[in-house]
């Protein structure tokens, strides 16, 4: 890998503090990650994604770890579909000597894209299956893929590992420790004046000096190339050609890796990588590059007057409740509902609650709180059978409350789901007074119910006085029966035109106190959350009801948290305490 200058070796100090297992599954925040500028050497653990694929002759690629048992190279690496005597390297820092953290693999399967060029390198990428499943550690972490409507503007910062070469036909020195390189992304109109018009599709992105001296090279193929976007790396690219290496105007080519989401999903069923949305800001300078050949840039269409309606919450237009039921008859009823999977299997209920975060129950995840083993349905009506109004979601990150007694939890969404009549966010109570007498609903999937297709059920209840269990967090209802599956769901009251969450429904709440006068349902109100809701989900969507510019302050507040970097999420196992001193600056 080419570097025209080493810019300085930076000194490190970590202070380890352990996080929340909630954090374990969030993808792309190495905790030993603290990249300022240049440097030739990686220290150790800083991009614990990075994979090294060896055959007979040792290390010939690179690669990325996606999940536990996936890593994604480059199709031209892995040509042939024999998996035979190759081994995957993670955890690796250097080719020569000890790697105490280090975990080798073979491989079981090796999936080409099916239209992968090898004339033009158009669709260059690979799926790797291993032979057993990583375990996460500091040393060996998945990277975050970036989503199909990434926008990575000219001149976006990035960074490419690898252990190839330092210089066309020079090769790595010993002990040949992994490598980095920062290089600006190259636009593709750019590129393709660069290259020559038709060379660069779609299907790639560029990146380096327009002056040269930086790059990745023969030996860093199917490596990542990633940029950071809040506390989390973004894999945007896989290496696969260029002419020469670190040549001035012949940046590095890349295959970019937001069109491939569905294809690696329909690969990867379970357990599928983390794809979150990159999003640059300002103009992006390529749309103003030209050469001959080149076709005119996409016409800008002048954004118009019309305001964009703010997101508001707790609106369940197909929703006319008003006597008791035992089942859901149509979709689009609790359009906030939300189903909770492990491998394709109903586990839990939970609720929209912003535009980018679900709500549940923290004992669904007692046994598995990470998040690329999980998938969030949303628009759903039926566990079995049709349901043309849902969408299934990747979760990023899951985060447990750790209060005294019950608790909760938030998953954030790898994309955000487009609302519909069928996908509204439920308002959170942040504390609602529901009167003795209001009618309140509970809504869930059990198999024990619902017959065949187990639809949706509701469950019409009403408030009643908790006598000694009374508490400023508690919350009475008559009672109902709850089963497991049903656990995480809502109970939700309508209030001023608007459905509001109360509290989060869990099977341990099938156990009623008993009072003089009747049985009760005890819930802990959701605004015994509210500190830790606010932190985690950011500020509260707002009613329709409340004033226009609440709603939008509440709107634009969630709007800042997209693209899978939640300025709320606590730093992935570790927090950091460092300093850095520049050593040298050699010409």
């Given at each position: 890998?080419?570097?025209?200058?080493?810019?300085?070796?930076?000194?490190?100090?970590?202070?380890?503090?352990?996080?929340?297992?909630?954090?374990q599954?969030?993808?792309?925040?190495?905790?030993?990650?603290?990249?300022?500028?240049?440097?030739?050497v990686?220290?150790?653990?800083?991009?614990?994604?990075?994979a090294?694929?060896?055959g007979?002759?040792?290390?010939?690629?690179?690669?990325?770890?996606?999940?536990?048992?996936?890593?994604m190279?480059?199709?031209?690496?892995?040509?042939?579909?024999?998996?035979?005597n190759?081994?995957?390297y993670?955890?690796?820092?250097s080719?020569?000597?000890?790697?105490?953290n280090?975990?080798?693999?073979?491989?079981?399967?090796?999936?080409?894209?099916?239209?992968?060029?090898?004339?033009?390198?158009?669709?260059?990428?690979?799926?790797?299956?291993?032979?057993?499943p990583?375990?996460?550690?500091?040393?060996?972490?998945?990277?975050?893929?970036?989503?199909?409507?990434?926008?990575?503007?000219?001149?976006?910062?990035s960074w490419?590992?690898?252990?190839g070469?330092?210089?066309?036909?020079?090769?790595l020195?010993?002990?040949e420790?992994?490598?980095?390189?920062?290089?600006?992304?190259?636009?593709?109109?750019?590129c393709?004046?660069?290259?020559?018009?038709?060379?660069?599709?779609?299907?790639?992105?560029?990146?380096?000096?327009?002056?040269?001296?930086?790059d990745?090279?023969?030996?860093?193929?199917?490596?990542p190339?990633v940029?950071?976007?809040?506390?989390?790396?973004?894999?945007?690219?896989?290496v696969?050609?260029?002419?020469?290496?670190?040549?001035?105007?012949f940046?590095?080519?890349?295959?970019r890796?937001?069109?491939?989401?569905s294809?690696?999903?329909?690969?990867?069923?379970?357990?599928?990588?983390?794809?979150?949305?990159?999003?640059s800001?300002?103009?992006?300078?390529?749309?103003?590059?030209?050469?001959?050949?080149l076709?005119?840039?996409?016409t800008t269409i002048?954004?118009?007057?019309?305001a964009?309606?703010?997101?508001v919450?707790?609106?369940?237009?197909?929703?006319?409740?008003?006597?008791?039921g035992?089942?859901?008859?149509?979709?689009?009823?609790?359009?906030?509902?939300?189903?909770l999977q492990?491998?394709?299997?109903?586990?839990?209920g939970?609720?929209?609650v912003?535009?980018?975060?679900?709500?549940?129950?923290?004992?669904?995840?007692?046994?598995?709180?990470?998040?690329?083993?999980?998938?969030?349905?949303?628009g759903?009506?039926?566990?079995?059978?049709?349901?043309p109004?849902?969408?299934?979601?990747?979760?990023?990150?899951?985060t447990?409350?750790?209060?005294?007694?019950?608790?909760v939890?938030?998953?954030?969404?790898?994309?955000?789901?487009?609302?519909?009549?069928?996908?509204?966010?439920?308002?959170?109570d942040?504390?609602?007074?529901?009167?003795?007498?209001?009618?309140?609903?509970?809504?869930?999937?059990?198999?024990?119910?619902?017959?065949e297709?187990?639809?949706?059920?509701?469950?019409?209840?009403?408030?009643?006085?908790?006598?000694?269990?009374?508490?400023?967090?508690?919350?009475?209802?008559?009672?109902?029966?709850l089963?497991?599956?049903d656990?995480?769901?809502?109970?939700?009251?309508?209030?001023?035109?608007?459905w509001?969450?109360?509290?989060?429904?869990?099977?341990?709440n099938?156990?009623?106190?008993?009072?003089?006068?009747?049985?009760v349902?005890?819930?802990?109100?959701?605004?015994?959350?509210?500190?830790?809701?606010?932190?985690?989900?950011?500020?509260?969507?707002?009613?329709?009801?409340?004033?226009?510019?609440?709603?939008?302050?509440?709107?634009?507040?969630?709007?800042?948290?997209?693209?899978?970097?939640?300025?709320?999420?606590?730093?992935f196992?570790?927090?950091l305490l460092?300093?850095?001193?520049?050593?040298?600056?050699?010409?």
């Amino acid at each position: 890998m080419a570097l025209y200058n080493v810019i300085c070796v930076a000194s490190l100090l970590t202070l380890l503090t352990q996080e929340s297992l909630s954090q374990q599954g969030v993808c792309g925040q190495p905790a030993l990650n603290t990249r300022i500028v240049g440097g030739e050497v990686a220290p150790e653990g800083s991009w614990p994604w990075q994979a090294s694929l060896h055959g007979p002759g040792g290390h010939f690629c690179g690669g990325s770890l996606i999940n536990r048992e996936w890593v994604m190279t480059a199709a031209h690496c892995v040509p042939s579909a024999n998996t035979n005597n190759l081994v995957v390297y993670l955890g690796r820092q250097s080719q020569q000597g000890s790697n105490p953290n280090e975990v080798s693999r073979t491989l079981t399967q090796i999936i080409n894209h099916p239209n992968y060029d090898s004339t033009t390198s158009n669709n260059d990428i690979s799926l790797l299956k291993l032979s057993s499943p990583v375990d996460f550690t500091t040393f060996i972490l998945p990277v975050c893929l970036a989503a199909p409507g990434s926008t990575f503007n000219s001149g976006t910062d990035s960074w490419v590992t690898g252990w190839g070469n330092i210089g066309s036909g020079v090769p790595l020195p010993s002990p040949e420790n992994l490598m980095e390189v920062e290089v600006p992304i190259v636009g593709n109109r750019q590129c393709n004046c660069d290259y020559g018009v038709g060379t660069i599709t779609e299907n790639m992105i560029c990146a380096g000096l327009r002056a040269g001296g930086k790059d990745s090279c023969q030996g860093d193929s199917g490596g990542p190339l990633v940029s950071k976007q809040g506390s989390r790396w973004i894999q945007e690219g896989i290496v696969s050609f260029g002419i020469g290496c670190a040549q001035p105007n012949f940046p590095g080519v890349y295959t970019r890796v937001s069109q491939y989401q569905s294809w690696i999903n329909s690969q990867i069923t379970s357990n599928q990588p983390g794809f979150v949305i990159f999003t640059s800001t300002g103009t992006d300078g390529d749309l103003s590059v030209t050469c001959p050949g080149l076709p005119p840039p996409p016409t800008t269409i002048a954004p118009t007057t019309t305001a964009k309606p703010a997101v508001v919450c707790g609106q369940a237009p197909m929703n006319s409740r008003l006597l008791g039921g035992s089942s859901v008859a149509t979709a689009g009823i609790w359009p906030w509902m939300a189903s909770l999977q492990k491998n394709g299997s109903h586990v839990c209920g939970g609720t929209l609650v912003a535009v980018d975060s679900v709500l549940s129950n923290a004992n669904c995840f007692s046994s598995s709180p990470i998040a690329s083993e999980w998938t969030v349905v949303l628009g759903r009506l039926r566990q079995n059978g049709s349901n043309p109004f849902e969408v299934t979601l990747n979760v990023t990150n899951i985060t447990l409350s750790t209060l005294t007694g019950s608790n909760v939890a938030v998953l954030r969404l790898a994309t955000r789901p487009t609302l519909s009549d069928y996908i509204q966010a439920i308002c959170l109570d942040n504390g609602q007074t529901f009167t003795v007498g209001s009618t309140c609903w509970a809504a869930g999937w059990n198999s024990g119910r619902g017959g065949e297709e187990q639809v949706l059920q509701e469950f019409q209840t009403s408030v009643v006085n908790c006598r000694n269990a009374s508490t400023i967090d508690t919350i009475c209802t008559g009672t109902f029966t709850l089963e497991q599956g049903d656990s995480g769901g809502p109970m939700m009251c309508k209030k001023d035109g608007s459905w509001f969450q109360a509290a989060v429904l869990s099977f341990e709440n099938n156990s009623t106190r008993q009072t003089r006068e009747a049985a009760v349902m005890v819930f802990t109100k959701l605004s015994h959350f509210q500190k830790f809701l606010a932190e985690t989900v950011g500020t509260f969507l707002s009613p329709a009801s409340t004033s226009s510019n609440s709603t939008t302050t509440a709107a634009t507040n969630l709007a800042t948290t997209s693209g899978g970097a939640p300025a709320h999420a606590p730093f992935f196992f570790f927090h950091l305490l460092i300093f850095s001193m520049c050593l040298h600056l050699f010409s």
